[in-house]
Each structure stands twice: as structure tokens, then as C-alpha cells.
Nanobody, 119 residues
């Protein structure tokens, strides 16, 4: 199972970016998908999470600015980030709970994509 994330970049404060992540490989199902981020010198933190039924959960710091969505048919998850602020600067990682045919359910991570917000 591989998760490929893309869509990061450099943006000015107040701007927008859209991150996407696609899961590929052989697996039975994907349950929760989400985005985490890690800023320099800080621990990785949950940004947003979405169940395969569409239920969502957001970090307080991004509520009202970020929107997570997924396409179950394409095994993709997206993060629309609006009104970005410099504190959003971090490496963003996608995550998915994947059930494979041989190893059961476990978390898988994408490679990370850099988001930099300039003031």
C-alpha cells in the first residue's frame, strides 16, 4: 500500500492551497483517512480526519478554514486550506487506516508535502 501526497507549496498569508493524497496497491478497504502536520521543533499533530462514511474531525486551530473530503471510489483524500496563516507552515502527511489481505488493519503514511505560508 502506498500513499502519494501532493499539492503543497509556498503561499502568502490569506491564500489557499489544496492537498491531495491517493492510496494505491492491493487492499481490502480503507477506513479513516486524515492529514497530520509537523512544524520544525514540534510534534506531529492531527489536522483533520474523515471516516469512510464522511464524518469529520478537525483540530481547533483549523476549524472554519480547512475542509477535508474524500472520494472512496478513487481512494483519495483532499484538504482544502483557506485563509492560511504562518502558523500553518509545516510538513503535511496524509494517513489512512488500511485493511490489507494479509496483514489486517494498520496505519499507512504518505511521504509528506511542505506547506509554507509567508507573512
Amino acid at each position: 500500500v502506498q500513499l502519494q501526497a501532493f499539492g503543497g507549496g509556498l503561499v502568502q498569508a490569506g491564500g489557499s492551497l489544496r492537498l491531495s493524497c491517493a492510496a494505491s496497491g492491493s487492499f481490502r478497504r480503507i477506513d479513516d483517512m486524515g492529514w497530520y502536520r509537523q512544524a520544525p521543533g514540534k510534534q506531529r499533530e492531527l489536522v483533520a480526519q474523515i471516516t469512510n462514511g464522511g464524518g469529520t474531525n478537525y483540530a481547533d486551530s483549523v476549524k472554519g478554514r480547512f475542509t477535508i473530503s474524500r472520494d472512496n471510489a478513487k481512494n483519495t483524500v483532499h484538504l482544502q486550506m483557506n485563509n492560511l496563516i504562518p502558523d500553518d507552515t509545516a510538513v503535511y502527511y496524509c494517513n489512512a487506516d488500511v485493511t490489507t489481505y494479509f496483514y489486517g488493519c494498520g496505519p499507512y503514511w504518505g511521504q509528506g508535502t511542505q506547506v509554507t505560508v509567508s507573512s
